[in-house]
T-cell receptor, first 113, second 114 residues
Framework: DAEITQSPRHKITETGRQVTLACHQT?????MFWYRQDLGHGLRLIHY???????NKGEVSDGYSVSRSNTEDLPLTLESAASSQTSVYFC????????????FGQGTRLTVV | AQTVTQSQPEMSVQEAETVTLSCTYD???????LFWYKQPPSRQMILVIR??????QNATENRFSVNFQKAAKSFSLKISDSQLGDTAMYFC???????????FGKGTKLSVIP
């Protein structure tokens, strides 16, 4: 069965360190997204990609970067982790069709200490 | 930019009863889609129901149904015969046709009480 997986599921890191969260999907979807979930804010879009070598900034992109070198993967990098980036991160993917359902990974809980 | 508002941060309902979760949105677009996602304690995001704006008929999926009022920009979720497994965070989401990016509300935490 096709799926979308995130790793790690949990991570603790120190302020100032570079961190990369992995997202891998086997749906062969062109669209991939990163969201962060914080209490009282719902899910907010960080970055998104509509295909290989395409990346775009979302609502809360400061301090984050992504790259898309193949269809399956969209890693999210925190260049210099800050305590404000403690959150739960979700990766999602969808087809390039109108109203396509988004499929979500199981999330990564990141704690920056 | 679109905004999605869920005015009820928390709600509770007795098992087997019916509960309605509210969602309003703001957009100038005429062609869009609306979704309700469920997030149980496992953290997995699960699509509950979807509504196309051009369809007047309200979507229904088993015990879940929506009341879509396009003019009022309202999209509420009704859960009938509530079950303990319905305990979760529920998110309302908006998708502009052709954009592929979901805009989420802040969520409503629903507790089903035995």
């Amino acid at each position: 069965d096709a799926e979308i997986t995130q790793s790690p599921r949990h991570k603790i890191t120190e302020t100032g360190r570079q961190v990369t969260l992995a997202c891998h999907q086997t749906w062969n979807h062109n669209n991939m997204f990163w969201y962060r979930q914080d209490l009282g804010h719902g899910l907010r879009l960080i970055h998104y990609s509509y295909g290989v070598h395409d990346t775009n900034k979302g609502e809360v992109s400061d301090g984050y970067s992504v790259s898309r070198s193949n269809t399956e993967d969209l890693p999210l990098t925190l260049e210099s982790a800050a305590s404000s980036q403690t959150s739960v991160y979700f990766c999602a993917s969808s087809e390039t069709t109108i109203s396509s359902e988004a499929f979500f990974g199981q999330g990564t809980r990141l704690t920056v200490v | 930019a679109q905004t999605v508002t869920q005015s009820q941060p928390e709600m509770s309902v007795q098992e087997a009863e019916t509960v309605t979760l509210s969602c309003t949105y703001d957009t100038s677009e005429s062609n869009y889609y609306l979704f309700w996602y469920k997030q149980p304690p496992s953290r997995q995001m699960i699509l509950v129901i979807r509504q196309e704006a051009y369809k007047q008929q309200n979507a229904t999926e088993n015990r879940f149904s929506v009341n879509f009022q396009k003019a009022a920009k309202s999209f509420s979720l009704k859960i009938s015969d509530s079950q303990l497994g319905d305990t979760a965070m529920y998110f309302c989401a908006f998708l502009e046709a052709g954009s592929y990016q979901l805009t989420f509300g802040k969520g409503t935490k629903l507790s089903v009480i035995p």
